[in-house]
């Protein structure tokens, strides 16, 4: 009735919690109110504004009208709060009220905010073209933001707003209009770069320098080189064209300068500009650099490296000295093998030491095939382990390299052979320019050559490579395979390394056959492996199995120096496993060491290898033959006798399954649950009657354990029932046994079985059992899943969710929705459901009803689409949906491997998942980002290339 007082609405707070649980009673009242408790507070990011707007939006009318007085005010979390409620109001007017605000005096905090809200809600009026006025706001957080709103965005109506607001005064929003326009293709794009190379500001001009070396149109360099040379002198914006051919040089390790340019460029060098003379330096550095003749650039020795360490070391400061000072390290860098960067000091130190006796490096090395006895060749490969070798020549000088580098020494014949194939590959010319190819940032391989004084660097990181690079690389490692007798010196006979190859290079130079150069690597080999420490084993073991794959190269006489070396290994690790391996190839090759050696084996397993024992011994019967293993089955030793038993079920006669069988009532409790694990893991059904009734009935723990276990393996009648009564147990080792049991059962009528372990919780015993059975069961499992998750109050409501999520069953989700909504703070759910919904509101200010609000506007039954959509609002190209089932796409993969690069955890998280299930394996955790990862994303690049080869 009129005239009676208006009340806040229920729920008008909107879970805001705190001041605003209890508003006033008249609408206007409370707006101003809510306002009251916002005006204060300085935080644009503050939890109390997202329940604010709610409660504002709640009131109606009232809490638009105060809204708009709020938005002309000068409080940030007011200004946020009203422009929220006025951007999401039905009237233009009020959106237009946001606009007009955003072009007026703002507090500093609110400006990048206010951009992302306006964007976001009123995205038909913020424009690309309305965001690019922003660019020329007085708020750096505006320029900011709409900067970044706009980046990938190539509307032509864009291009035409960015040329306008690239008028400006002020040098910031000509920076941003530029880097905006720059992904344009266009000519009117190219000519707008021109331009900035003549912008008063340093890093305008300079970041215009660098997007124009980017640009992939080959014209680009002619255009430059217009503006550089097309006039009496060189001017600051010559030089500046001058310093974008030399960024597109070092960026693609092409040529953009030739002979020509060389007289105008020593004038420029003498400039009194001190950017004009330092940029010719830089010019004149690759330049001369590429020359084939040293006579032709005798200035690169001189005039150019003193110049440029005055640019580095910033003698003379200068307004452009930001945009010169890294090109004119890195040209430094390229002459002079030094690596200071931008260290001005150290620079103007070194050259003091060096001027007067410097001589540039070069990209040719001028040296003949008289010089190869002095080369110097350094791979390293740093993806993943890293492997590195040096290949000195006969005359070369002693190793540089660090100390993990495997040294090498080659022959006088080798060394010219090794001369002819790089002279083929043109490596030594200047049609190899050294350099990185790739991103820096990644893993790689690097080339070194040097003969004498002269030296050259090539690095292709990530999968870049050319063929000759390939080439060299395959040549260069089959010439390590060729000398790689040199790794194993004796230090009884030689105090060096090199001792052993000014030993013996003259033998493996000469002809031998094949046999030859096996036995007689396999004797330094032998007599050197008892000197090395333990970790340096490995690789001389691997030899020694490499040459006893041919039987003729076993030896008796051998088998002591094995044995010894096997005796000094702590534990049974892959280097002992392959040390016994050999020891067994010369039982089977020798039968007259048989016995007593295998015997002498059988010892040293048991005192050396502890619980690991069990795998050595089953090594040495496997190799000893049936009769020994039939023996050691009545051997004195209860461990050698529960490895025998599975040895014994191997055999598989009727006599061999009996005795077995007959092993249960072993005196021994480990060999009896030796026995029950053998007969279940070989499936023997002759013994089921007496496996289930251990399972049901055997008084240790440990022995009912083992037969669970094995009832599980043979399936079939009764299992189920005998596996219930185990999880029944209060022994908490035979309820484990069970539930694994019943997991590797396969059985789908366990999954309701399974799924009440499951609603047992994540800190029980049981959780992890069925959790993997359900997964194992797979769809299977699903239909049950889904009556649990969908019956309020099931004890495994939460855990199903959560199951079914992670195996992207869509259905999940609302139920997911439902319990986050009932438990607000359960982070996990909320983990998950960014993870499958593929966007995370877990910031929000209840993040419940935002992923409802996003649930409503989406298609329920398509996972893939939720992804596809994410990955398109970052700007990753996404495949049709559709693609993403199984067996997926190259575009699809691709996309997933994509995803796996970006920064999002949740997003990585998902396409982690999708990838395994398109490759069909468990991906497992991906390492963190950075090298591990990046390697680990190149190797899933190169296997969905052989599975889709284009």
Not at 186 to 215: C, F, Q, T, W, Y
């Amino acid at each position: 009735m009129q005239g009676e007082p208006q009340t806040a609405p229920a729920g008008a707070a909107g879970g805001g919690g705190g001041v605003l649980d209890s508003l006033p009673v008249g609408r206007k009242d409370a707006a101003r109110f809510i306002y009251e408790q916002l005006d204060p507070l300085q935080d644009v990011h503050h939890a109390l504004i997202a329940p604010a707007v709610q409660s504002l939006m709640g009131l109606g009318p009232d809490g638009v009208e105060a809204s708009r007085a709020a938005l002309a005010g000068g409080r940030p979390a007011s200004i946020l709060a009203a422009a929220q409620v006025l951007l999401s109001s039905a009237e233009a007017a009020d959106r237009e009220l946001v606009r007009r605000r955003l072009s007026a005096k703002l507090p500093a905090s609110v400006g990048g905010p206010l951009v992302d809200l306006y964007a976001t809600l009123d995205p038909v009026s913020a424009s690309p073209a309305a965001l690019a006025a922003l660019l020329d706001h007085p708020l750096v957080g505006v320029r900011a933001t709409a900067s970044r709103r706009l980046a990938g965005v190539v509307d032509p109506a864009l291009f035409q707003a960015l040329l306008a607001v690239g008028k400006s005064e002020r040098a910031d929003t000509r920076l941003r209009a530029m880097e905006l326009a720059a992904p344009f293709e266009s000519s009117e794009a190219g000519e707008l770069l021109m331009a900035r190379l003549r912008d008063p500001a340093a890093n305008v001009a300079g970041r215009a320098a660098l997007l124009l070396a980017a640009r992939e149109n080959p014209a680009v360099v002619g255009d430059l080189r217009r503006l550089a040379f097309d006039q009496p002198w060189i001017l600051r914006e010559s030089a500046y064209a001058i310093l974008s051919l030399v960024e597109r040089e070092d960026a693609r390790l092409v040529t953009c300068f030739d002979e020509r340019h060389v007289p105008i460029l020593l004038e420029g060098l003498e400039a009194s500009d001190p950017f004009v003379s330092g940029t010719c330096a830089a010019a004149l550095a690759g330049l001369g650099f590429r020359l084939p003749s040293a006579a032709q650039a005798l200035w690169l020795d001189g005039t150019v490296p003193e110049r440029l360490v005055r640019c580095v070391g910033g003698v003379e400061f200068h307004n452009d000295f930001s945009s010169l000072q890294r090109p004119a390290a890195r040209r430094l860098t390229l002459i002079s093998g030094q690596a200071f960067g931008s260290d001005g000091p150290a620079w103007m130190q070194w050259w003091g030491e060096v001027r007067a006796t410097f001589r540039a490096r070069r990209a040719v090395i001028d040296a003949g095939p008289d010089l190869s006895g002095s080369l110097r060749i350094l791979w390293r490969n740093d993806g993943g382990v890293v492997d590195a070798f040096e290949i000195l020549g006969p005359t070369a000088a002693g190793s540089r390299s660090a100390p993990e580098t495997e040294v090498l020494r080659i022959t006088e014949l080798q060394a010219r052979d090794v001369y002819s194939m790089l002279s083929e590959a043109r490596v030594f010319s200047a049609e190899r320019l050294p350099g990185v190819r790739g991103s820096s940032s990644l893993a790689g391989r690097t080339l070194e050559v040097g003969i004498a004084d002269q030296g050259k660097s090539f690095r292709f990181a990530g999968s870049t490579t050319e063929p000759w690079f390939e080439t060299v690389g395959a040549a260069l490692q089959a010439l390590r395979e060729r000398n790689r007798w040199q790794r194993y010196p004796s230090p009884a006979r030689h105090a060096r390394a090199e001792d052993l190859w000014f030993e013996q290079f003259a033998w493996w130079d000469a002809p031998h056959s094949d046999a030859e150069r096996a036995l007689r690597l396999k004797g330094l080999v032998l007599e050197a492996l008892p000197s090395f420490d333990l970790e340096r084993r490995a690789g001389g073991i691997a030899e020694l199995a490499s040459i006893y794959a041919v039987p003729a190269h076993i030896e008796e006489s051998d088998f002591p120096v094995l044995r010894q070396l096997l005796a000094e290994e702590p534990f049974y690790t892959p280097r002992a496993v392959a040390l016994l391996e050999l020891c067994l190839a010369h039982l089977r090759a020798f039968p007259a060491l048989g016995p007593a050696g295998g015997e002498e084996l059988v010892q040293l397993a048991l005192g050396r290898f502890g619980d690991r024992a069990p795998l050595a011994l089953t090594a040495i019967l496997k190799a000893a033959g049936p009769e020994r293993v039939r023996a050691a089955t009545l051997d004195s030793r209860p461990l050698l006798r529960a490895v025998a038993v599975d040895q014994l079920l191997e055999l598989g006669t009727a006599d061999d399954v009996s005795v077995a069988r007959a092993m249960q009532d072993d005196p021994a409790l480990e060999v009896q649950i030796a026995a029950v694990t053998a007969l279940g893991a070989h499936r023997v059904e002759a013994a089921r009657d007496e496996l289930l009734i251990r399972a049901r009935l055997a008084q240790d723990p440990g022995l009912r354990a083992a037969a669970l276990g094995a009832v599980a393996n043979l399936g079939g009648e009764g299992v189920i029932d005998v596996i219930v009564l185990g999880l029944a147990s209060p022994v908490a080792s035979i309820k484990v046994a069970a539930a694994r049991g019943l997991a590797r059962v396969g059985d789908p009528s366990a999954a309701p079985l399974l799924i009440s372990l499951l609603g047992q919780g994540r800190g029980t015993d049981l959780y992890e059992a069925a959790r993997q059975g359900l997964l194992a069961l797979g769809p299977d499992a699903v239909p049950d899943l889904l009556r649990a998750i969908n019956t309020p109050g099931h004890r495994a409501r939460r855990e199903g969710a959560l199951l079914l999520s992670q195996q992207g069953v869509p259905e999940a989700v609302p139920v997911l929705l439902a319990l986050l909504s009932d438990a607000p703070a359960d982070s996990l759910l909320a983990a998950e459901l960014a993870v499958a919904t593929c966007v995370d509101f877990r910031q929000a200010g209840d993040p419940a009803v935002e992923w409802w609000d996003w649930w409503e506007g989406v298609v329920h039954d398509d996972p893939a689409a939720w992804l596809c959509a994410a990955g398109e609002r970052l700007g990753v190209s996404a495949p049709d949906p559709k693609h993403l089932a199984r067996p997926g796409t190259r575009q699809s993969l691709r996309f997933l491997v994509a995803m796996l690069r970006r920064p999002e955890p949740h997003l990585v998280e998902r396409a982690r998942r999708d990838l395994g299930r398109l490759l069909e394996r468990e991906l497992g955790p991906l390492p963190p980002p950075g090298e591990g990862r990046n390697l680990l994303l190149l190797d899933l690049e190169r296997e969905i290339g052989r599975r889709f080869p284009q």
